[in-house]
Each structure stands twice: as C-alpha cells, then as structure tokens.
C-alpha cells in the first residue's frame, strides 16, 4: 500500500468526502454479496456508546426486497390520494387504514421554526431541478413515491436501534452508518438514506425477525449509480458560522 503524508492523506479524505452525494436514480444491475458484506463490516469500525453497537440492520434484497416494495407503494397510493382529496377521501382513508403510518409519526410533525428553511430551500431546489413546479401536488407525490421503489436500487436496508438507549442509540447508528456510506461511495456504490420508509415498520417486520427491543430508525438505498442528472444535485450546506455555537460572554 503507498504511503502519503499526513497532509496528503487529509485532502484527499477532505476531498472524498465532500464528494459523496445521494443518490436519487439507481441501476438494475445486482450488487455482490460479499461487497454488499464488506461495506457492512465497514460501517462496523464506527465507534459506539460502551461499545454496545444498538442497532441492526435488515438487509432486503431479490424478492423480499420487491414484497415489500410493493406493499409500501400500495400503502402510499392510498395515502396520497387520500391527501389530495377532499374530506371524504380523508374519511375513507380512516375508516380503511390503509396506508394510515404504522410507526414513526413523529415525521410528520412540522420542523421546527430555526430548521425549516433549510428544508423548504432543499425540497424547493430538488424538486426544480427535477421539473416540478411549485403546486403540482400530483408530480410531487409521483416523486415521492420513487423512496418506495428505492429510486431503483437492488438492495434496500432498514436500520433499527435498541429503544432502551433512546437517542444515543440513533447517535450510534448514524455514525455506523456514515461509515457503511462511505465505503459504499469507495465501492463505487451510491446510497440515499431514507426516513420516508420508516411510516410502515409492520410491512418490514413481516418480512424479517426483529426484536420488539428495537424500533425502526430509517432505510438506506444501496445500489450503482444512473448517469441521471439528479444523482449530481448538490444540496446546500451550511457554514461554520450556523454550526458553532458561540461563547458567552462573562462580565469581568
């Protein structure tokens, strides 16, 4: 292995880094199980609270990945229509349920007033970049319901965290999975993490045995990159002057 500098190796981690992106359009082509296995065990040299890794992670691919594609585009047909429709829509969709979340509801509550700008700005420009014009409820929800395709990728992942260690145990698995990002990136793989799935874990856990000790965080996309010009859409990114916080300052 060639050795670099201390400095050489810092721009180029700077530079790898910085030059990862989500990926929003994926192709059919499969991924190898054992690469699909290395990046797992990458995502495991993160560090972790007392080193108790509370996390799992439910790995859907072939047939069980399409199973429960399916089921959550049902779900989501149901529930964008229902949304987009007038009172008795809305009736039904409650008297039916399906398509009503299962888990997770905390996602629909508003951001609050200091994050939501940030957003509106990247739905705004995402969503112009992709041609939808501002009102077009119909072309935003098609849009959407691409998360329940998993924009195309092959594999799909579902990341759980053990409900006794709260937000530590998000903590834990956001740098886990950070990690598994990264060497999918160094893979030549693209990734998009995905709260959108975590609306309907029961459709999940039909599919695999988890533990009622751990609740459903987020999905992750796993799968090579389209040439399609959303997989170059660049999302803004604060600067250091929103991320520090700032020392009081005590009277002498």
């Not at 201390?6 to 359009?25: C, K, L, M, P, Y």
């Not at 399409?66 to 149901?78: H, K």
């Not at 935003?140 to 924009?151: A, L, M, P, T, V």
């Amino acid at each position: 292995m060639k050795r670099y500098s201390a400095q050489e190796n810092g721009a180029w981690v700077s530079e790898f880094i910085s030059s990862r992106r989500t990926t929003r359009d994926f192709l059919p082509t499969p991924v190898p199980p054992e690469l699909i296995e290395q990046i797992l065990k990458d995502s495991l040299t993160a560090p972790s609270w007392s080193n108790t890794r509370p996390f799992k992670v439910a790995v859907a691919t072939g047939e069980v990945r399409d199973r429960i594609s399916n089921e959550f585009l049902s779900r989501w047909q149901s529930l964008s229509a229902a949304m987009r429709g007038g009172i008795w829509s809305k009736i039904k969709l409650f008297i039916k349920r399906h398509g009503l979340p299962t888990s997770n509801r905390i996602i629909l509550k508003p951001y609050a007033a200091e994050l939501k700008p940030r957003a509106q700005r990247v739905g705004k420009e995402l969503y112009g970049s992709l041609g939808v014009q501002r009102g077009d409820k119909a072309e935003r929800d098609r849009q959407w319901g691409k998360n329940y395709e998993f924009f195309g990728a092959p594999v799909a992942m579902f990341v759980y965290i053990h409900k006794s260690l709260h937000i530590y145990a998000a903590a834990d698995a956001g740098l886990m999975m950070e990690n598994l990002m990264l060497s999918a990136h160094a893979h030549g793989l693209g990734t998009c993490a995905q709260g959108a799935v975590a609306f309907w874990d029961d459709a999940i856990r039909d599919e695999f045995d988890v533990s009622k000790d751990y609740r459903l965080l987020c999905g992750i996309a796993v799968g090579y990159p389209s040439d399609a010009p959303v997989n170059s859409f660049e999302a803004n990114r604060i600067g250091l002057d929103e991320l520090l916080v700032k020392a009081k300052q005590k009277k002498k």
